[in-house]
């Protein structure tokens, strides 16, 4: 194991510390407590750092709150001067982590996230035939102070280095037993949660040699070639995770099927011809914006504020290929086009034939039903041919179009996915 030095100095430059402040700052420069840290930011920056160089430096209370969404969790805030401190060190050991990790781990790394996490794992669905998908059991309180030290001060050979990052993962949070568990929160606790796991991403490419591997924090997905591949893969896991990190499964949360039933991942369920939108991820982001309006209409947030909301819930989805999430954010933002399905709403028909399908498409305007339909990718159209359209014979008898391969060769084949509709995005 490479350990990296004369990181020290970096790390408590007054340049590093400075742009530390600027990373803490954007996006909460309306906070009072950062604007109050900001209001003396020369004397506030001067001070932490001659704490760091005296080796005085001891982190401050942490302020909590709870959340709920997606399920309640208790958030515990460090103090701005902590959080500027965190961001100083992240911004210098994080790079020489991240040598270390596999092209696997998704969470917490520039030019990875969520997105292109997804994207990964359709490749993987398409590649396997089976997948098995693990979750640890409250990662982030589980994590042993000990077991996650002897896996980073190895990583750094200066003692005041080594000695800060210890201070930091040992620091009480109220609420959590003594000697484990990292504040959710936290930049650090970020980092150090992802490096805890990158042992396994190894373990699972090099000693157990899948096929195929994805991970996302503590949410971690692997391939094989059949059902008992699968379960092999998963008792070495288990044994793992509990043997080297003290960690134990979610064994209501692991699936272990093949993947045409589709994989739960980030919100989204994948299959080898599409993905669909998760009924609670779409609850959720229609909630979100729901708690915006009611501030905006209550004069607690300007226009400007609710159009970045809106394009933030909506802008997270539609990189999917999803459509007309937020119909109320429509409204607010002065978006929205006619189509066919202002007819319905005006009284009129809706008939299915295939004009009325492609404007709709186009414009994204489809009627509500009680699919919740929300996007559509349209495929080379042919008109007249079963399945042409949702009323068409080739539907299924509860409504739902049903995605059916053509042919080679046939008059409808088309690049990639299959059917007349092309890929059919929907709400799982």
């Not at 961001?87 to 520039?110: N, W």
């Not at 059991?137 to 102070?145: K, L, V």
Request: glycine share 10%.
């Amino acid at each position: 194991m490479k350990s990296h030095g004369q990181l020290w100095e970096r790390i408590t430059s007054a340049e590093n510390l400075l742009a530390a402040w600027g990373r803490v700052r954007k996006g909460h420069a309306g906070s009072q407590a950062v604007q109050a840290f900001g209001a003396a930011l020369d004397a506030n920056l001067a001070a932490l750092r001659a704490d760091l160089l005296a080796g005085e430096y001891r982190p401050g209370e942490y302020v909590q709150f709870r959340v709920h969404d997606p399920k309640p969790r208790t958030i515990s805030c460090a103090p701005v001067r902590d959080r500027v401190l965190h961001h100083a060190l992240c911004g210098v050991i994080t790079p020489l982590l991240e040598r270390g990790f596999t092209e696997d781990s998704y969470a917490c790394r520039e030019g990875k996230g969520t997105h292109r996490a997804c994207a990964r794992a359709r490749d993987l669905v398409r590649a396997h035939p089976w997948f098995c998908k693990i979750d640890v059991r409250h990662y982030f309180d589980s994590i042993g102070h000990d077991r996650l030290l002897e896996v980073l001060l190895p990583k750094f050979r200066e003692r005041e280095v080594r000695g800060l990052i210890e201070r930091i993962v040992r620091h009480p949070v109220p609420g959590q037993a003594g000697g484990r568990g990292l504040p959710i929160g936290n930049l650090t606790s970020q980092w150090f949660a992802n490096a805890f796991l990158d042992g396994f991403d190894h373990q699972a490419k090099e000693t157990m040699r899948l096929p195929g591997y994805i991970r996302y924090m503590d949410d971690m997905v692997m391939f094989a070639e059949s059902k008992p591949e699968c379960w092999l893969a998963l008792e070495e896991a288990e044994r793992w995770l509990r043997d080297e990190r003290g960690l134990q499964l979610k064994t209501e949360a692991t699936r272990l099927a093949p993947v045409t039933e589709g994989l739960p991942f980030l919100g989204l369920r994948i299959f080898p011809a599409c993905w669909r939108l998760q009924r609670e991820r779409f609850l959720r982001t229609r909630r979100r914006f729901a708690g915006r309006e009611r501030a905006y209409t209550a004069g607690l947030l300007d226009g400007e504020r609710l159009r970045a909301c809106a394009a933030a819930a909506d802008g997270g989805v539609r990189w999917f290929g999803f459509k007309n999430i937020l119909k109320e954010g429509e409204r607010a933002t002065g978006d929205g086009a006619a189509s066919g399905s202002n007819r319905v709403k005006r009284g009129g028909s809706w008939n299915n034939n295939a004009r009325n399908c492609r404007s709709a498409n186009r414009n994204n305007n489809w009627p509500d039903n009680r699919n919740n339909n929300i996007g559509f990718r349209a495929a080379s159209t042919v008109p007249g041919q079963a399945g042409s359209h949702p009323g068409s014979p080739a539907s299924r008898a509860d409504g739902n179009e049903q995605v059916r391969p053509r042919a080679a060769g046939s008059a409808g084949e088309r690049r990639a996915g299959s059917g007349f509709w092309g890929d059919v995005d929907r709400i799982e």
